[in-house]
């Protein structure tokens, strides 16, 4: 016992000595050292301060309309809940059956968050996301103090998933976000994310931005979005992320995660995005896109070469409505679009957003390539866009995409005669020249008015030049047929 007692006296004073040891020989942070950090954190505690009380929880509720899988069920709480033996929890309807797919209403509750970005008057505005707001019956606003107050929809969109929600209040000395410039976002930046990611509101976290213009086709068309590290959650949508001025850059909105929680892949819309749709939202309760009329594609390298605008940025133009602000102006299928306004157009994506963005009657500026070669700017006056009901009624020319007749479209057509020159249909638009010419996908198309066409630029330069009516000599299943004319 005495051994063992001296044993632990060694082993303490062994350890105690090993300490102190490291408490002499650490090397303590120099003051110096300490002011930078300090500085930073000073910041981040700064922009904390002067956001928070912008930043607002958005509770909603909504109501679905559930259908009874079950049929003899007709009551939401026997749905969720269920009874005993199989009775209805009500004795006089033991006996009875109910409706089968009887339907009722459920109400779903749910919150993300929001940013203060305009006051007039008593009215403060809050800007959150369409799928946070957009459907909800009932919207409560939480201010970083406590306070609820009722909130309004003033107006929601979904394209590009954003919402505007209106509370009423005498306070005058409710903040309202500063809103910066996201066109000067850059990779690299450090931000910061508000919200109240699965609940938790007033949170902050920060991170970098990661990337920014991104806009690939899972994601809306009428956004490139930032990318950032800093940790966004659900419950995290529609909350500010912020630059180091203490300026709103973006909406937070979406997440890629394959477990539902952050991985460091935030999307953020550009503020830059949304600033006119405040307006829009508050005068007309939505967002009035502009149109004019073209079908966009993104094209390959190869159809690019064989278009003659190898190595070119731009938008191809596949069609054109008729009569639409674009036909009218002169932009013909098969011109590729170069620029807007004497801005470079990277791609559809840019394309179909900057022109959306426009306002009905105001004019554009659009550069084209045509042939392989530019020509003179046209001048285009933009329309407002017409409804999902309209757009169906309209024809567009000529209403399908032509592809170069590559060697494995030929193996695969079972085109085994190389004599046959062409392009080839493909993705035929309904209610277009091509649907009513019969054309079917597959079809190559040799011919425009009688002059034989090789290749894409031969086919749509041949397409440009018709301007009363047109038809096509069309090879399918071993022979070629002249379709009938149709008049433009």
């Known amino acids: 016992m005495k051994k063992l007692m001296k044993k632990i006296v060694c082993l303490s004073l062994f ?67 269920g009874f005993p033996f199989g009775g209805s929890g009500n004795s006089k309807d033991k006996d009875k059956e109910n409706d089968k797919n009887k339907d009722f209403e459920l109400e779903r509750s749910g919150l993300g968050s929001g940013v203060i970005v305009r006051k007039t008057g008593n009215t403060y505005y809050v800007m959150t996301n369409n799928h946070v707001a957009g459907n909800a019956k009932k919207i409560v606003i939480k ?26 209040s005498k306070d005058s000395s409710i903040p309202v976000a500063v809103l910066g410039d996201s066109d000067k976002v850059q990779p690299g930046d450090i931000c910061m994310a508000f919200g109240a990611p699965l609940g938790y509101s007033q949170s902050v976290t920060q991170g970098i931005v990661s990337a920014v213009d991104r806009s690939e086709n899972q994601m809306s068309s009428m956004s490139n979005f930032i990318q950032t590290d800093a940790a966004i959650n659900q419950g995290n949508s529609g909350g500010p992320l912020v630059n180091i001025y203490g300026e709103v850059i973006g909406i937070n909105t979406w997440i890629a995660s394959s477990s539902g929680g952050s991985v460091g892949l935030g999307f953020a819309i550009p503020i830059n995005n949304v600033k006119n749709a405040i307006d829009s939202f508050i005068k007309n309760g939505k967002i009035i896109y502009g149109w004019v009329g073209v079908t966009l594609l993104e094209v390959s390298d190869d159809f690019k070469k064989d278009l ?181």
Request: hydrophobic share 35%; charged share 25%; net charge negative.
């Open 15 to 81: 350890v105690s000595m090993g300490f102190g040891l490291f408490a002499q020989t650490s090397k303590k942070v120099s003051s110096d050292d300490l002011k930078v950090v300090e500085s930073l954190q000073n910041t981040f505690r700064s922009i904390s301060q002067t956001l928070l009380p912008s930043v607002v929880e958005v509770d909603v509720t909504e109501t679905q309309t559930v259908t009874n899988p079950f049929g003899r069920m007709s009551d939401p709480f026997e749905y969720f809940f």
């Open 143 to 168: 201010l970083n103090d406590g306070r609820e107050f009722e909130g309004k929809l003033v107006g929601a969109d979904d394209r590009i998933d954003i919402a505007l929600v209106s509370f009423e």
């Open 308 to 488: 003659g605008v190898d190595g070119i940025e731009g938008s191809f133009v596949s069609s054109v409505v008729l009569d639409s602000p674009a036909y009218k102006a002169g932009i013909k299928p098969g011109d590729y679009i170069v620029s807007l306004n004497s801005k470079k157009v990277k791609d559809s994506n840019q394309l179909v957003r900057e022109i959306g963005y426009f306002e009905a009657g105001s004019t554009a500026t659009i550069g084209v390539m045509r042939g392989g070669k530019r020509i003179p700017d046209m001048t285009v006056k933009v329309e407002e866009r017409a409804t999902a009901q309209e757009m169906q009624k309209l024809s567009s020319w000529p209403g399908f995409i032509a592809q170069p007749l590559t060697d494995s479209l030929r193996e695969k057509l079972g085109v085994k005669d190389k004599k046959v020159r062409g392009v080839v249909i493909s993705n035929i638009e309904e209610k277009s020249l091509a649907a009513s010419l019969r054309l079917q996908d597959g079809d190559i198309i040799t011919a425009v008015n009688g002059k034989s066409v090789k290749n894409l630029a031969e086919f749509y330069n041949e397409l440009a030049n018709a301007t009363k009516s047109i038809n096509f000599d069309v090879y399918s299943n071993g022979g070629t047929i002249t379709t009938g004319s149709f008049k433009l």
